[in-house]
């Protein structure tokens, strides 16, 4: 599909600088080379006030890129920009190795990391998109078909030929996707129908949300010190929480994510969209873990999700002197709690923190209810929120009801007569009150 950094590839980094610029740019594109497998073995940064049209850096630049290539025997250049497929094909043809730009180096590791099939199917369409710009580098060495015996063909060259048939596969991918979407959807329906609430663990890429997962849920999902660990969304249920709340782990965020990938996994970042709660995962012991914090924050806005409630987790306090839990606010009113995910030191806190905010508004009154109405009263008994009942002498039910708001809200997003009879008797009351 594109061309991809193999393990072991011994690569040259070339980092286009421009002003404003954070020295944690740089970090971040090596631990993407790592976690796509490539060995970097030089780097090459290139102050920029704009980026140059024909190399994006300058043909100084360039020339020490090529003799770095030479140098360290490099089979492969990762710049750390996105390029356009004019500079990619200029830069390639003076260093004689592949060029990957940011964007398809994300794409080869989204292409490793996607286990799902929901996941491959959307990373085959993101690098179909992608590779769609720049198939003009493969066939430069063909000519157009010729006419004659045995020579006559449909009048299409190669390239066109290429992109007709990668326009029939995106057109395949995506009608599948739609198929896996709804899929997903009925899945989430399932879950809203069965009244838990769920929490989304959002972050950056590599802050630990997995470690987190697996601490919350005693699950076993796969974790690693690299970028990307985890794509496929993954859903277990937390039993220490609001009677069995569900937890989902969704993809780390990472800056400059491109946009091929947003398209593509914004069915997978529904998650996020449709939580009750976002725990947003933060590198405690990342030193840029401040502006991490605020890129993500933007993504959560861009996601439709900046209403959602957050609870800020400071994760890998084992690596730091943070002591654990919350500070100065009872664990129940935190807005930031400090863990350790690896240890389990500060879970307590933040298992106090989500019940808090899953369970802490309740609405306990009588309510009236008549015998057309037998279906949510089975509903709310099977919810175990009925303390009391009384049959009253017209044959209605009374009854004292006790739950959660967050629980009468997901009854009154169903629809139908009896979600009209929640808004009445329950939360228009509650609001009121």
């Not at 030929?161 to 009925?186: C, N, Y």
Request: with cysteine; hydrophobic share 40%; net charge neutral.
């Amino acid at each position: 599909m594109i061309e991809r950094a193999g393990r072991g590839d011994r690569a040259v980094i070339l980092h286009p600088v421009f002003p404003g610029t954070g020295p944690e740019a740089l970090d971040e594109f090596r631990e993407l080379a790592r976690s796509a497998g490539a060995e970097t073995v030089a780097v090459i940064t290139a102050p920029r006030d704009r980026p140059d049209a024909k190399y994006f850096v300058g043909s100084g630049k360039v020339d020490e890129l090529v003799d770095a290539v030479m140098a360290h025997d490099a089979s492969v250049v990762l710049v750390s920009r996105p390029l356009s497929p004019v500079q990619e094909r200029n830069i390639e043809k003076r260093c004689k190795v592949q060029v990957l730009d940011r964007t398809t180096l994300i794409l080869d590791i989204f292409a490793q990391r996607a286990r799902s099939h929901e996941g491959k199917l959307q990373v085959e369409l993101a690098q179909l998109r992608h590779l769609s710009t720049r198939l003009v580098r493969g066939w430069t060495h063909l000519e157009r078909q010729k006419g004659g015996i045995g020579l006559r063909g449909p009048g299409e060259t190669q390239l066109e030929t290429d992109r007709r048939l990668i326009g029939h596969r995106i057109r395949h991918l995506r009608e599948r996707l739609d198929k896996v979407s709804r899929q997903r959807e009925m899945g989430r329906r399932r879950r809203r129908r069965s009244e838990s609430p769920t929490v989304a663990l959002v972050g950056y890429t590599n802050a630990g949300k997995s470690t987190l997962f697996n601490a919350l849920t005693h699950a076993e999902v796969g974790t690693q010190d690299m970028q990307f660990a985890t794509l496929d969304p993954t859903v277990r249920r937390m039993d220490n929480v609001s009677g069995g709340a569900l937890l989902a782990d969704t993809v780390g965020f990472v800056s400059e994510l491109p946009h091929e990938l947003i398209a593509a996994f914004r069915a997978t970042l529904a998650e996020a969209r449709e939580a009750d709660l976002l725990l947003h995962v933060i590198d405690a012991a990342d030193p840029f873990h401040a502006e991490r914090r605020e890129e993500v924050d933007q993504v959560i806005e861009e996601l439709g999700a900046g209403d959602i409630p957050v609870v800020r987790v400071y994760n890998k306090i084992d690596l730091t002197e943070r002591p654990p839990g919350a500070q100065g606010a009872p664990a129940a009113e935190a807005e930031r709690i400090n863990v350790s995910a690896l240890s389990g030191a500060g879970l307590d806190d933040l298992e106090a923190a989500m019940e808090a905010r899953l369970n802490g508004r309740r609405i306990q009154r009588w309510i009236r209810l008549e015998g057309r109405h037998a279906r949510l009263r089975a509903r709310l008994f099977e919810l175990g929120a009925v303390s009391e009942e009384r049959i009253a002498e017209d044959g209605c039910w009374n009854l004292h009801v006790d739950l959660p708001v967050s629980m009468a809200e997901r009854l009154a997003r169903q629809g139908g007569r009896e979600a009209r009879l929640v808004q009445e008797q329950l939360l228009h009351e509650s609001r009121s009150a």
